[in-house]
């Protein structure tokens, strides 16, 4: 599970992904200035990114240690798929207009890894279309997580109470049951 | 208290309270027979749980509002900023969002203590050894506001998930975390300003966390604990930079992991002083536990007592090595 410093090439392919589903510029606005890393594991490859002065401890390459986690995660790429990692989230709904609010239940619900019915929806963002990612966050704008919508948002409107709205890919409650 | 009666009397204070026969006649060794008796009862009393506001996630303020308008009494712990004794009343410490979102992080006021004894500066280079579940590592960066680098450096492949889940949740962006043998800090190639040694001890100063802990070590556990610490410290002292900065702590009370450890290291390692901590608290560490004179120097260690702070036992010494830095 060794660390490399990515490449530009495969760094465009993880700028376009993102860029496509959260908006254009997106991934340049996340990364700033520091340096992306990946780690590859038999579940895929994870990226990382870290302050370039971290150059120095990069190159000895941390012999007799194995990397867990550096600087902050960026996500991962599972199965060919790009999946936003629990802490870029946070600042990830800053910058992008993909927002579904949920209420207090929902919000209860959801962090216990429960999708999201209707009857929990209190605002979605317009024009987004089905399996669309969307952050889900609770009617403070604290980030509860990852969603991706099961209907267009321009229907959710119709849906009865019970209908699900927004499938949970990822929710803050997992740093609890992952312990 | 002449040997012969010391033990029987050991003996009746172990069945009373449920403790092993060695622990007691060690604590009556100690202490005596009046300081013993309000150690052991002290130790049947849970301390109160403590948290730690995360400034990384949310001004320490700011959290202590939302946290009161959900009914949490929090009172600071004098000489921490940021640490807070907490009523939760009916409801458990991790069960709240703001739990989740990582504005606080539920830890013993000793361990926060510690953190606040390293000083950790700005920019520095810092090691946290022996780091899962990453209380001290998360509370190492946010007193470094996320500059720097820190070390964070576990062996346990379980309590590493534990580790990585709170650098993610708390907001860490300045951790390495790495797992690995801390014995084998040479491969890193790094010379750490400062370094946080929080040993694998026999936990004897968590009987009022974990009343099983009474019976659940014998002093051959205690031996080899004490044998992996001096270990641990050898390794550490050698990658410290020159004039850098060592907290050694054990959750234990014993002078056998503690004072005992330290003094056979300043005796090996001549170029490590112990140094004043600056904060106020606990009580001075041993100079003679047991009637065994150790070096005088270690009155400038701090130790955490049950019966006399109502907080589990607790063992803290900060040491500096010479050179310029």
Known sequence: MSLEIVSQLDWQMVTEVVDQEFGEGVTKTLRGRLMPVSKKSKKGISYYLVSSD???FLQNKFTDFEPAHLGRRFGDIVEGRFRFSLSMLDELKDVTPNHLVVSGKGAEAFTYGRSILKESVVEVAPGLSREQRVVVLNKHGDCLGLASLTVDSERIGRLGPDRLVAKNLADIGWYIRNE | MAEKKRKQRAKELAKEFGYLPYMTERYLALWGEEETLSFLEACEIAPKTAIRINSLKMP?????????RKGIALKRVPWLEEGFTADFGDRTPGSLFEHLFGHYYVQGVPSMTVVKALDPQKGEVVMDLASAPGGKTTHISQLMENTGTVFSIELDRLRMRSLVNNIQRCGVTNAIALRGDARKLDG?????DRILLD???SGEGLIPLDPARKRSKTMADIR???TRQDE???SVIKTLAPGGVLVYSTCSIAPEENEYVIDSILGKHPE???IQIDQEFGVPGYTQPYGVSLDVSLSQSRRFLPHIHGLEGFFICKMRKEGDR
Do not use: F, H, N, S
């Open chain 2, 224 to 226: 080899y604990c004490a």
């Open chain 2, 199 to 201: 040993a694998p001890c």
């Open chain 2, 272 to 274: 490590m002083k112990i």
């Open chain 2, 188 to 192: 890193l190639g790094v010379a750490p």
């Open chain 2, 60 to 68: 320490i303020e700011q959290t202590v509002r939302r946290m009161k």
């Open chain 1, 54 to 56: 971290w150059m120095r």
């Open chain 2, 232 to 234: 641990l410290l050898d």
